[in-house]
């Protein structure tokens, strides 16, 4: 049975990289066959990457039968998963997020979860000698998802194994690491193909705290202007999308990559009162920019208060 190599629903870069990295090893290093696969549409920047480096975009999976057998990247929480995850035959988790809980396996499984600041990376490490034996395509997808992650070393999950084995990766491929994460970025930037819905559950999570359910979405941008443009329609899409989604609130944060910071959409008190709870902010209208915040991860899920 080929195994089914997938990251987390809505794709992002290391979402859609990993999956083909591992999927390349599995077969042509151990002699298993596997197949990456997606969630979901993977994200206009992951989708750069794809064409980049010559890959086939992955068949994109709603749905798993019983039995089969599965690698899960990038996420371990149940959640972000198909629904017959636990009915799966999970054999193996790769990811450098906080244990969630609630997978349940056939029997022990494999599992590898490192503070790196990204799941490439750890890939990388797992490979031991033989992360000498890839070809070029893979070290493109492995270089882009340390970038994306990473937001060219600019946020604070970086570590110097990051970017260290991102450097080494550029120098293989005789790439300028600046201009390629200026084409990176420039392609996550393009949002004018998107509806509202489509661009706020693009990069998204669902979090609860103390009882209330956060859609928390992250839009990082060369181009803030773009989507600051669009804050209207796209607060008044929050309704519809916590209707939809069975959630209680949209949390949007629109990350400018270059000036490091961060705007949260302010559509009512209970956005206003988390704004101001959870990172000190004093809010006035109905937005809020929280300089140096850059991370999901690390600065915005850890420090949410209502």
């Known amino acids: 049975m080929t195994i089914k190599v997938f990251g987390h629903k809505s794709p992002d870069t290391d979402s859609t990289g990993s999956p083909l990295i591992w999927a390349w090893y599995l077969s042509e290093i151990q002699g298993t066959p596997a197949e990456a696969k997606l969630l979901g549409t993977p994200n206009t920047e992951a989708a750069f990457v794809v064409e ?15 039995g089969d057998d599965v690698v899960i990247v990038d996420t371990n929480n149940p959640a972000e998963l198909p629904a017959a995850i636990n009915e799966a035959n999970v054999i193996q988790i790769i990811d450098h997020h906080k244990l969630t809980g609630g997978l349940e396996t056939k029997g ?20 031991g000698e033989d992360a000498a034996k890839m070809p070029d395509n893979i070290k493109g997808a492995m270089l882009s998802c340390i970038l994306s992650d990473t937001l060219e070393f600019r946020s604070p999950t970086t570590t110097p194994v990051d970017r260290a084995l991102a450097e080494a990766l550029a120098g293989e491929l005789n790439l300028d690491l600046g201009a390629y994460a200026a084409e990176m970025f420039e ?4 949002i004018s193909a998107f509806s509202d819905a489509e661009l706020i559950r693009m990069d998204s999570k669902e979090y609860a705290v103390d009882g209330t359910k956060f859609r928390v979405s992250v839009l990082e941008t060369t181009a803030p202007k773009l989507v600051l443009d669009r804050k209207a329609s796209l607060m008044e899409s929050f309704k519809a ?17 270059l000036n490091e910071e961060a705007t949260l959409f302010v559509p009512n008190d209970l956005v206003k009162g988390v704004a101001e709870k959870s990172f000190g902010a004093t809010v006035e209208g109905d937005q809020v920019v929280l300089p140096g915040v850059m991370s999901r991860k690390k600065q915005i899920i850890p420090a949410l208060k209502v």
């Open 52 to 66: 980049k480096w010559g890959f086939e975009t992955p068949e994109i999976i709603s749905e798993l039968s019983a």
């Open 108 to 127: 022990p499984i494999d599992i590898t979860i490192k503070p790196l600041a990204c799941t490439a990376t750890i890939m990388h490490q797992m490979m």
């Open 241 to 257: 999308v916590e209707a939809e989604d069975g959630v209680d609130q949209v949390l949007l944060f629109v990350v400018d990559i």
């Open 187 to 190: 392609a996550k930037s393009d």
